[in-house]
């Protein structure tokens, strides 16, 4: 059984600064790749950042330059390092996992952005 557990979701201004944490049950290397997603009211949820096992960090283009991902494969934890904050970036944010054979995800936590 896989769980993934995030935290770090909060209340921050504009400007702002706020690092997320996946905690996953099992090593972050036996999956294929983690990631953060995030789905705002009225929006589906889109991809924010991705860190392949092997291959190239994907970030969407919205974030590139103020969020950075990456991991601790000691303590089974991915993290989202996020910079300059804005209201758009208001949304649940999604840890996920995959393997092989399945996806995995977590149950999410809420990032608002707001004066």
């Known amino acids: 059984q896989v769980q993934l557990v995030e935290s770090g979701g909060s209340l921050v201004q504009p400007g702002g600064s706020l690092r997320l944490s996946c905690v996953a049950s099992?090593?972050?290397?036996?999956?294929?790749?983690m990631g953060w997603y995030r789905q705002a009211p009225g929006k589906e949820r889109e991809l924010v950042a991705d860190?392949?096992?092997?291959?190239?960090?994907n970030y969407a283009d919205s974030v590139k330059g103020r969020f950075t991902i990456s991991r601790d494969g000691a303590k089974n934890t991915v993290y989202l390092q996020m910079n300059n904050l804005k209201p758009e970036d208001t949304a649940v944010y999604y840890c996920?996992?995959?393997?092989?054979?399945?996806?995995?995800w977590g149950e999410g936590t809420l990032v608002t952005v707001s004066s």
């Open positions: 996920k996992a995959r393997d092989s054979y399945n996806n995995f």
């Open positions: 099992r090593s972050i290397f036996s999956f294929n790749a």
């Open positions: 860190i392949p096992t092997f291959g190239i960090i």
